[in-house]
């Protein structure tokens, strides 16, 4: 695969064709806003430098407090540090307690979200375990938590029940596309995706591209995968020595090639990196990624859980006319914007 262009010739590119990095284009009024956070490692407060726990709870609170109208937050995979029962619930107890402080004090914690990463197969250091075993304990502990989360109004709450699942926002209009492995490959880090959940995401992205109106515009579409594609964000060079082992999705360019070329109406949040944000981002592209400027546009999200900064992820703001992405650290005192990228439809 060839290496991506350059950040320059991109933004050119994209803003004569698409329109994307101009934030006084969107004129509407917003329809609906969610966040979107990664790698909260939950049982990795025993090691050092990490502070899982904590930032988990800053991060919930300053969005209930502050983003009370956000309708989902996402986890981007790696939702817990291995794939012992007891992380699982560590982190059912942490949401609980959480759910229950902010009521107390008059907030309510946002629906929730998960995706499937490779810590979620992990046992610690290179130990995996069985495939299907740790996909259904995923699955089974994730939709425990969602159950205690409640439903909530303008988001689906089917259960997950495969490597990939499809959920709605905005009252049914759109979607989300959650993405998992289908396999642990030979470096348990990587991903593969299998032509069947391939197809299954072509289809839906089409089925997305037909529901386009006159009056409505590009209808967005958003896709999450916890693993890179290769030669995108920060750390996805599989050919980097620094880089080599980290872990990318080993079946990028089907991937692109079946379901995202041609579709700037997609927006995929991936993460793993733990890449965290640089305030000289208009001239990084490091945690941005065009693949073309009639194609995909992807962000990589930090890491939640081993950051000794404040807590950092999306916030998504989606109008009839467009979506505004911006990059935030999370506070007690409220979100504090550290970027902001529009893509204007």
Known sequence: MKKRKTFLSLLIAAVATFGIYSATAIKASAQYEF?????????????????ATKNLKTTLECIAKYNSNDQCV?????????????????????????????????????????????????FGGTSTGNYQTCLNNFNYNTNRIRSLIGSRPGVTDSARNNSYDLQYINNKNDRLAFLGTDEIPSNPCDAYLNPSQIDWLSSTIR??????????GKKPMFVFLHQPLQYTV???DPTNPNFSGWGTLLNTDTLEQYALN?????????????????????????NFCSLGSSSASIFGVPSLG????????????????????????YRS?????????????
């Open 207 to 216: 089925t997305n591209r037909n529901e386009w109106s006159n009056s409505r």
């Open 234 to 236: 920060y750390g996805s």
């Open 262 to 286: 041609g579709h700037p109406e997609v927006i995929m949040f991936t993460g793993h990196t733990h890449r965290e944000f640089s305030n000289a981002y208009y001239g990084d592209s490091d």
């Open 306 to 329: 081993n950051t000794d900064n404040d807590p950092e992820g999306y916030h998504v703001t989606v109008y009839s006319d467009g979506v505004v992405v911006q990059g935030v650290k």
């Open 74 to 122: 996402v986890f981007n995979g790696d939702n817990v540090d291995t794939a012992y029962q007891d992380t699982y619930d560590q982190l059912y107890n942490n949401i609980s307690q959480i759910k229950g402080d902010l009521s107390n004090n008059g907030y309510k914690i946002p629906y929730m979200y998960f995706n499937i990463g490779n810590h979620e197969y992990s």
């Open 333 to 345: 005192d409220g979100p504090q914007q550290v970027n902001t990228r529009t893509i204007n439809f």
């Open 35 to 51: 966040d979107v956070i990664s790698d909260t490692h939950i049982g990795s407060d025993d090691q050092g430098g990490w502070h």
